[in-house]
């Protein structure tokens, strides 16, 4: 089985990828979007290859508690460097005095069934990142897939629980090369 990654709006195309749950830390989404993370986010990031790119998101309300984000960003196909644009839905909860985005992805997983025969599935998987915000600045840190021995979870309610205790135990769940900040810019006119 290969599995291929979208990653998380708030990251970019490295060797590894974020942790992807099954569940988000919420059952559901309970709390309000906030009107401070509305409108367009652009950040300037810096991959393991030492190539600068730059990535933006954009967030806007898809209901009274769900965040539509579309993440402005680039692939790179051999020598080619195209734009790679994702769309994802999130909604907030809190770990204590720690706000996080869980952002619902889809992952193609390819399955080999025969000879020359693939097949491929869509998965919906969770991904969460730990959102600190100072005036027009974002700071996302997405949690990294070693974060933990255990990789699926049951429920909510496991996976909440042990992103607590790491945090009371002040363990680093974040990855730096997840890491990203953001200013609040008015969205680019379209070129064409």
Same mark, same amino acid.
């Given at each position: 089985?290969?599995?291929?990654?979208? /990653?998380?709006?708030?990251?970019?195309?490295?060797?590894?990828?974020? =942790?992807?749950? +099954?569940? $988000?830390? &919420?059952?559901?989404? !309970?709390?309000?979007?906030?009107?401070?993370?509305? @409108?367009?986010?652009?950040?300037?990031?810096?991959?393991?290859? +030492?190539? =600068?790119?730059? &990535?933006? /998101?954009?967030?806007?309300?898809?209901?009274?508690? !769900?965040?539509?984000?579309?993440?402005?960003?680039? $692939?790179?196909? @051999? +020598? %080619?460097?195209?734009?790679?644009?994702?769309?994802?839905? @999130?909604?907030?909860?809190?770990?204590?005095?720690?706000? #996080?985005?869980?952002?619902?992805?889809?992952?193609?997983?390819? &399955?080999?069934?025969?000879?020359?025969?693939?097949?491929?599935?869509?998965?919906?998987? #969770?991904?969460?990142?730990?959102?600190?915000?100072?005036?027009?600045?974002?700071? !996302?840190?997405? %949690?990294?897939?070693?974060?933990?021995?255990?990789?699926? #979870?049951? +429920?909510?309610?496991?996976?909440?629980?042990?992103?607590?205790?790491?945090?009371?135990?002040?363990?680093?769940?974040?990855? $730096?090369?997840?890491?990203?900040?953001?200013?609040?810019?008015?969205?680019? $006119?379209?070129? =064409?």
């Amino acid at each position: 089985m290969k599995k291929l990654c979208w /990653l998380l709006p708030l990251s970019f195309i490295l060797c590894a990828c974020p =942790f992807e749950s +099954d569940v $988000a830390l &919420e059952k559901k989404p !309970v709390e309000p979007v906030d009107s401070s993370l509305m @409108g367009y986010w652009y950040g300037i990031i810096k991959d393991g290859s +030492d190539y =600068f790119g730059i &990535e933006a /998101l954009e967030i806007t309300p898809k209901s009274d508690s !769900v965040y539509s984000i579309t993440r402005y960003g680039k $692939a790179i196909k @051999g +020598d %080619i460097i195209m734009p790679d644009t994702a769309y994802y839905t @999130g909604f907030t909860s809190w770990i204590g005095n720690q706000r #996080f985005m869980n952002v619902e992805g889809l992952v193609k997983i390819e &399955e080999v069934t025969g000879k020359k025969k693939r097949e491929v599935k869509i998965h919906r998987v #969770f991904y969460a990142s730990a959102l600190d915000q100072r005036n027009d600045t974002l700071e !996302v840190r997405t %949690i990294t897939e070693d974060f933990s021995t255990r990789k699926y #979870f049951g +429920d909510p309610d496991h996976f909440r629980l042990l992103v607590t205790e790491m945090l009371k135990l002040q363990q680093n769940i974040y990855d $730096a090369q997840y890491s990203m900040q953001y200013r609040k810019i008015p969205k680019p $006119a379209k070129l =064409f």
